[in-house]
């Protein structure tokens, strides 16, 4: 169960539109790696996880990709909001709006949409831990990529905000390998699940 705060994680206020920065910045809503991919990734690792302290981390994450996507859908609201049909057609937001005028849908900056092929769900403790550590590099380096390409001050506070996010779900990812790596205490420990095998009876 969640509470539900009526503010964003760090706050949004973009005076300027910008339908260019929009149009990349969207990739961190439906991109491969972008904060919806990581909330159905973790949120949906925990019920296979066999270690409590390590499920209440992918439940904590979980949720903060969810707050980090509402970020997202509000930086690229605020770049598009009240854009007029020519600053549309200069900008090359033009494809976009004929399919979704300017709701918030999930696609990467590419223009493909969001699917659930881009994350992996695997009930293997190892294999989905370090599933994740990749995941929150890809989305750091997705962020330094966005960093590189904006100069509005309005936009890097966010961005420089969910970039630092990343980092330090990285870390607390790789302190959950360590503590799956002690509970198998195991030379081997891939040479069983846990959730499936009882290493006693190796």
Known sequence: MWNYEKRLQFPVKISKPDPKAAQIIITQFGGPDGELAASMRYLSQRYTMP??????????????????????????????????????????FGTYYVDHTLALWPQAASGTPWTATVFQ????????????LAA?????????????????????????????????????FGE???????????????????????????
């Open 121 to 132: 769900s695997k009930g293997d403790p190892i294999t989905d831990l370090h599933e994740n």
């Open 51 to 92: 270690y409590k302290e390590v499920t209440a981390t992918l439940t904590d994450i979980g949720t903060e990709e969810l707050a980090h996507m509402e970020m997202i859908c509000a930086i690229v609201h605020q770049l598009t909001r009240n854009l007029t049909p020519e600053e549309i057609e200069r900008s090359g």
């Open 176 to 202: 959950s390998l360590r503590i799956v790596t002690d509970h198998l205490d195991s030379r081997n420990f891939y040479a069983l699940n846990p959730e499936f095998d009882n290493p006693a009876c190796r």
């Open 136 to 172: 929150e590099q890809k989305a750091r380096t997705t962020y330094d990529n966005i960093l590189r390409l904006v100069n509005d001050p309005d936009i890097i506070a966010p961005i420089r905000f969910l970039r630092e996010r990343e980092i330090v779900h990285y870390q607390r």
